[in-house]
């Protein structure tokens, strides 16, 4: 079991070197950059050999090319924001004595939210399934959530990704409007249309189901600030939507 780790990055050079370090127990690692104005690639240099640039022509396209980089018959997909908790790393590395492996891992994430950490809101358990067989693999879904998958059987693990999202608001304010452009583009090109009332019924379903259904007042401030974002994310991306489908040709 030769396990390659895959990370994409862009200007991360806060954030890097804490990735690299919790997941130097793999065999390789495989960083893709699309050419970085800070030190990324310089950092990720003093942990691999391998780092390749790479234009960014959406998030499915560099993550693919990221894994064909790959020499391993496992791959372990990172984002930069993220850590492997040693919890994890036991897990992972008892899994090479197995001789009756699936084809995808699945495992909580954590999330490190504006102080706190985030157990309600749709965020926890939050499984992603991380740890995959690169032959029974594919990369799928809705930009920019495109996610890996695999064709065969998936297990859970207990050990935790532990994830440090956006070091304040208004980076968190940035990536939604970043993230909401994407998904516009993809529901156009799908064929999706949008109007007000899409608009407005969407976004307060979305409040509903962080704040309540998915016990976001639980997470106290920080609870109602994830529903209130998520409402805004649904209006904005419907928005988008809307003038994509209304602009003149």
Request: net charge negative; charged share 30%.
């Amino acid at each position: 079991m030769k396990i390659s780790a895959s990370v994409i990055v862009y200007n991360e050079e806060a954030n890097i070197r804490e990735l690299c370090e919790s997941i130097q127990w793999v065999d390789e690692i495989i960083i893709v950059d699309s050419f970085s104005s800070d030190r990324t690639k310089e950092i990720a240099a003093e942990f691999t050999d391998k780092v390749f640039e790479y234009e960014f022509k959406g998030y499915k396209d560099k993550h693919e090319f990221a894994d064909s980089k790959t020499t391993g018959d496992w791959i372990l997909w990172m984002d930069a924001d993220e850590r492997v908790t040693p919890e994890l790393r036991a897990e992972i590395e008892a899994l090479r004595d197995r001789t009756d492996l699936p084809d995808g891992f699945e495992m909580p994430r954590s999330t490190w939210f504006a102080g706190r950490w985030i157990r309600h809101s749709g965020w926890y358990p939050d499984h992603q399934m991380r740890l995959y067989r690169k032959e029974s693999s594919y990369w799928g879904g809705v930009a920019p959530h495109e996610t890996a998958r695999v064709k065969g059987n998936v297990e859970r693990l207990t050990g935790h990704i532990l994830h440090y999202t956006k070091k304040d608001l208004s980076e968190y304010h940035r990536t939604i409007d970043s993230y909401t452009s994407l998904a516009a583009v993809a529901l156009g090109n799908s064929g999706r249309v949008s109007s007000a009332s899409k608009m407005f019924y969407s976004s307060i379903a979305g409040f509903l189901r962080a704040y309540i259904v998915k016990q976001g007042f639980r997470d106290g401030v920080q609870g109602l600030m994830i529903a209130m974002f998520t409402a805004y994310g649904v209006f904005l991306k419907y928005a988008k939507l809307w003038e994509r489908n209304t602009k003149p040709e």
